[in-house]
């Protein structure tokens, strides 16, 4: 079974969220550079725990879920330039990019 996000209140990791506002047909292109991204870099970052790439039905949205070990390890990430590099090719596709930090509140299962 893949490794995949794993939501729990008791575990101390920090939650990406990231919100791309892109034109749909450029919608499948993003998902595709950021899950090579992930691949290349991202997972060999320290710290680095999932990454999950939601697309939007009407096309013009891509969510990243991601968790990492900490805020920290997530800052130290932005700072390294094979990320860095990755990164500018989704700014270059994405016309808005919200970037955010979350901790889990609460988690609900059936």
Known sequence: MAVTAFIDTTRPVMTLINVFTVAPDRQSELVALLARATEETMRHQPGFIC????????????????????????????????????????????????????????????
């Open 51 to 110: 990454a999950n790439f939601h697309a939007s039905q009407d096309g013009e949205r891509v969510i990243n879920y991601a968790q990492w070990e900490s805020e920290e390890h997530y800052r130290r990430m932005l700072a390294d330039p094979e990320a860095t590099a990755h990164m500018a090719k989704a700014v270059a596709i994405a016309t808005d990019i919200q970037p955010r930090l979350f901790r889990v509140e609460s988690a609900h299962t059936k």
